[in-house]
């Protein structure tokens, strides 16, 4: 079946830590994209990639950090820069790196602070 | 003024109920419009896309788009308990850098 992967489900990351989300699709779609969620506030892009090796900041960049070398995988590092990374990440892909292509989504990792 | 606006309910409607769902919007340009649901805990899941102005009809869901009032809806017919979810609406247009969602509008179907 085709679809995104996302791992972990959940995350717990302590002070000081980089912690990595993982983000596979096998959709062959050319765009992926990483969004935060947070409870009253609904998506919030943090970055996207309309082509391999090439990416650009969303609106909430700051403390996150991303890489595409594969088209099928867009991981998200999340780091120690952000202070308040508790959220739930949701990673999306769409079609032919157009952004009026609907997007689809995978079940997202739900990142803790312990 | 928020680029899109949703109300975030929650609304709770008797099942077999007709369910309006609605999005207002400032910006003009926007062109292509979606609907997502999402069930608690999971991603969301596209339900409709539209280009423009109209309707588009897809079994027990109709998309309306009113360009001229900035206005578009999500009506579910028969609502079953099963449509109980949080409904995102989403637009963009040509040349924008991003998809601009509205915050989800909470809805509850009771058997």
């Known amino acids: 079946d085709g679809g995104i992967t996302q791992s972990p489900k959940y995350l717990f990351r302590k002070e000081g830590q980089n912690v990595t989300l993982s983000c596979e699709q096998n959709l062959n779609h050319d765009a992926m994209y990483w969004y935060r969620q947070d409870p009253g506030q609904g998506l919030r892009l943090i970055y996207y990639?309309?082509?391999?090796?090439?990416?650009q900041k969303g609106d909430i960049a700051e403390g996150y950090s991303v890489s595409r070398e594969k088209k099928e995988s867009f991981p998200l590092t999340v780091t120690s820069a952000q202070k308040n990374p508790t959220a739930f990440y949701l990673c999306?892909?769409?079609?032919?790196?157009?952004?009026?292509?609907?997007?689809?989504f995978g079940d997202g990792t739900r990142l803790s602070i312990l | 003024q928020k680029e899109v606006e949703q109300d975030p309910g929650p609304l709770s409607v008797p099942e077999g109920a007709i369910v309006s769902l609605n999005c207002t919007y400032s910006?003009?340009?926007?062109?292509?419009f979606m609907w997502y649901r999402q069930y608690s805990r999971k991603g969301p899941e596209l339900l409709m896309y539209t280009y423009s102005s109209g309707n588009k009809e897809d079994g027990r869901f109709t998309a309306q788009v009113d360009k001229s009032s900035k206005y578009i809806s999500l009506f579910i017919r028969d609502s079953q308990p099963s449509d109980s979810a949080t409904y995102l609406c989403a637009m963009v247009w040509d040349g924008s850098e991003k998809l601009v969602f509205g915050k989800g509008t909470k809805l509850t179907v009771n058997p």
């Open positions: 910006n003009s340009a926007f062109q292509y």
């Open positions: 999306a892909s769409s079609w032919g790196g157009r952004l009026n292509q609907p997007q689809h």
């Open positions: 990639s309309q082509i391999v090796n090439d990416f």
